[in-house]
């Protein structure tokens, strides 16, 4: 526990930026916050006891720690703006030290506070910052593996708690302790018969709202995690919206939700039961300690011990100094929550990506013969194979197109290629060199992906373009897209280029959104090229002009090609069958054919749909 926050403060780093700042403006603030209710004494003093006389003081006093030299101190400097006691200008010259130092209170109290809103803010930031970074640097499996609304939650509902952890901790060390202390030394140079009392009831205080503290970490780590599955159910159910009504499932869907809806709110109330008995209880204590200290106090008093402006102050003081001792066990609730936040972070930020670059790993320049598939074994997770003993290759300029049965592995053996997976045995190979030879990110930097299932953003059509290729010209642009059948329809649109295309590409049809991502592997300019079944979602018309698009896009690459549709895969160079993880057989479209093998069957099954 205390290893993972030592760690989370990390995110606050250099926090001696924050700390030194923070340390005078909270010394500051408790000094004059304390002094304008000592200031009470005097003031009682002035108005309302009749035996009160002014002492003329001529020499600066000595500095002690107690209410007469208070009185000696303002004495002083009454003094030396005046010759003469009035009791309207003693009233008036309080007024005016009680504004400034109430001035001055405030205005540490702000500097600290803005302090502490600067280094929340920046903690922010470079939390979320690091977070997305690890999350992007993830492989394509970890992905699988995980719900993306907890992946949300961490970034988003999870980094909220634990920057309060952090930037408490500077209130926590500094602000309320000085205040404390302050009040404190107050009441003591006030009465110290009374702040005997005060000084051993506190601690009580103190004890009663930790055991609440304690019992809050269960609770907030859960509703953490419940709070991942609806960000999740509620990111499943608006992108699929149309499903759910299709299936007249909007019921079930509804009642899901509200289930787990209802469970968060449980473990919301659960904390918030516990945070909240803390303030009530802590009134409710201090109320009775001034109870009982309007007992003693008033003895005090009455046998002249203890003026009845002292008297005053100190009850003022000690009703407050129950605020910042409950300031301080709340401050150290919201660290104790931080800390269970914090465990689910670096969960993810321990998490290390499975495919890494080797340390002499060296950049990919350019495919120059083939690429090879090795006696390539693959399983997801150690489960069962996918991919079994597969071998084949791909000549530079050639089409291959992969073809088979649904979940025979044609999708997973593409997804080899740009290193979304490693192989679990055998090996690819470009001109001879293992694939894992080459840095990731050469390889990908030779590549483009058009799969079937569309990846646009909420953003302009140019930028959506523009993703493999930043520093792409307008004309660029253009040129892409008319390769691509896109430059007409792109034209059509509100603000053309310029237009904001919805989240995933929601203004546009299936068919615009697949010509728009061809438009940018175009524009990227791939020397190998992975199409994944691009077409199969298409209707009719679409189909035609994406297939247009497509054609124009395979000239001169290299390119591994998977079809559903066997129609537009003819006239590859080889097609190889993939069924059960294994290849079934491969050759060109007419040796198949005459094979009379699985191939063949499919293309008659085709032929008569």
């Known amino acids: 526990m205390f290893k993972t926050y030592l760690r989370l403060l990390g995110f606050a780093r250099p926090i001696e930026k924050y700390a030194v700042p923070y340390f005078f403006y909270s010394l500051f603030y408790a000094l004059f916050n304390s002094l304008t209710f000592l200031l009470i004494v005097p003031i009682m003093n002035t108005m309302f006891d009749p035996s009160y006389t002014f002492e003329r003081v001529v020499s600066l006093p000595p500095l002690k720690l107690d209410k007469a030299y208070l009185e000696t101190l303002f004495n002083y400097l009454y003094s030396q703006l005046f010759e003469t006691y009035d009791r309207q200008r003693v009233l008036v010259l309080l007024a005016c030290i009680t504004i400034v130092i109430s001035l001055l209170s405030n205005l540490f109290r702000y500097l600290g506070a803005w302090t502490v809103e600067s280094m929340r803010a920046r903690t922010l930031q470079r939390m979320r910052d690091e977070m997305f970074a690890r999350v992007m640097e993830m492989n394509v499996g ?21 920057q309060f952890c952090i930037t408490n901790t500077l209130q926590v060390a500094f602000r309320e302790p000085f205040l404390i202390v302050g009040y404190i030394v107050m009441m003591v140079a006030l009465s110290w018969e009374l702040s005997v009392f005060s000084v051993l009831f506190l601690p009580l205080v103190a004890l009663l709202i930790g055991s609440i503290v304690k019992r809050l970490r269960h609770p907030a780590r859960t509703n953490q995690q419940r709070l991942g599955e609806m960000v999740s159910t509620l990111d499943e159910s608006l992108s ?15 009642e899901n939700f509200f289930r787990i809806d209802a469970d968060v709110a449980r473990l919301t109330l659960s904390m918030a039961r516990r945070q909240q008995l803390a303030s009530p209880m802590s009134e409710f204590l201090g109320i009775s300690a001034v109870g009982v200290i309007l007992v003693f106090g008033g003895v005090l008093v009455s046998r002249g011990s203890l003026d009845p402006g002292s008297f005053i102050a100190f009850v003022a003081i000690f009703s407050q100094i129950t605020r910042p001792v409950r300031a301080f066990v709340d401050q150290f ?43 390539v074994h693959f399983a997801y997770d150690g489960r069962r194979e996918v991919i079994d003993g597969v ?16 979940g025979g592995g044609k999708s997973t053996l593409s997804e080899l290629i740009p290193r979304f997976y490693d192989p679990s045995s055998g090996e690819i190979r470009i001109d001879g ?18 799969a079937q299932e569309t990846v646009l953003f ?52 299936g068919g615009q959104r697949q010509r728009l991502s061809i438009a940018r592997a175009v524009l990227k300019n791939p020397e190998i090229l992975i199409l994944d ?54 050759g060109t479209h007419d040796e198949l054919l005459a094979r009379g093998g699985i191939y063949a069957h499919l293309i008659e099954m085709q032929s008569f749909a």
């Open 533 to 586: 079944e691009a077409t199969s979602a298409l209707d009719t018309e679409s189909e035609k002009l994406v297939q247009e698009a497509l054609n124009k896009l395979l000239v001169g690459r290299t390119s591994i090609v998977i079809a559903h549709r066997l129609s537009t895969i003819q006239g590859a160079d080889k097609i190889v069958v993939v069924a059960e993880g294994r290849i079934a057989e491969q």
């Open 433 to 450: 060199v293992p694939l894992t030879d080459y840095t990731q990110d050469s390889l990908r930097a030779h590549m483009s992906i058009v």
């Open 240 to 254: 699929g919206v149309k499903v759910i009504k299709s299936y007249n499932a909007t019921e079930f869907v509804k």
């Open 333 to 375: 609730a919201n660290i104790n929550q931080g800390i269970a936040a914090g465990e689910r972070i670096f969960a993810l930020l321990d998490s290390r990506p499975e495919i890494v670059d080797k340390p002499d790993a060296r950049p990919f320049e350019g495919l120059r013969e083939k690429i090879e598939f090795c006696d």
């Open 391 to 406: 071998s084949f290759e791909v000549r530079r300029g050639e089409t291959v197109a992969l073809v088979g049965p649904s």
């Open 458 to 509: 909420n953003d302009t059509i140019a930028a959506n373009l523009r993703m493999g290729k930043p520093d792409a010209s307008k004309e660029e642009l253009v040129a892409a897209a008319r390769i691509a059948n896109a430059d007409d329809f792109i034209r059509e649109t509100p603000e053309g280029y310029d237009t904001n295309i919805g989240d995933r590409g929601a203004k546009l049809s």
């Open 142 to 162: 970890y992905f699988s593996e995980q719900r993306k609304g907890d992946i949300i939650s961490r970034i988003t509902a999870d980094v909220n708690v634990v």
